[in-house]
Nanobody, 119 residues
Framework: EVQLQASGGGLVQAGGSLRLSCAASGFTFDDYAIGWFRQAPGQGREGVSVISSSDGSTMYADSVKGRFTISSDNAKNTVYLQMNSLQPEDTAVYYC????????????WGQGTQVTVSS
């Protein structure tokens, strides 16, 4: 059973940083991707960043490029999202999800972690 555990959210002032972690377990697949998504109050879910297991390639939403960095530690089965220069508009519940095979279906989701950026 695939399980994802997101953590690391919190309250930070604008300009600050946070690092989110997504601990994954139950994977028996070779081809998968881990993604971070976020949902702000009253808004739809937005894709933030993705990392692929096959080649380590990454993708970022335009709104976070240059500020957020996704990375993985395969030994720990954990994917990180380093968030720098946080702004109030980054306030949202952040979710990690897994997609296997990597085809955009995103069938596996972890619980969210709240990120609040104060101005």
């Amino acid at each position: 059973e695939v399980q994802l555990q997101a953590s690391g959210g919190g309250l930070v002032q604008a300009g600050g940083s946070l690092r989110l972690s997504c601990a994954a377990s139950g994977f028996t697949f070779d081809d998968y991707a881990i993604g971070w998504f976020r949902q702000a109050p009253g808004q739809g879910r937005e894709g933030v960043s993705v990392i692929s297991s096959s080649d380590g390639s990454t993708m970022y939403a335009d709104s976070v490029k240059g500020r957020f960095t996704i990375s993985s530690d395969n030994a720990k089965n954990t994917v990180y999202l380093q968030m720098n220069s946080l702004q109030p508009e980054d306030t949202a519940v952040y979710y990690c999800a897994a997609d296997t095979p990597y085809d955009g279906a995103w069938p596996y989701w972890g619980q969210g972690t709240q990120v609040t950026v104060s101005s």
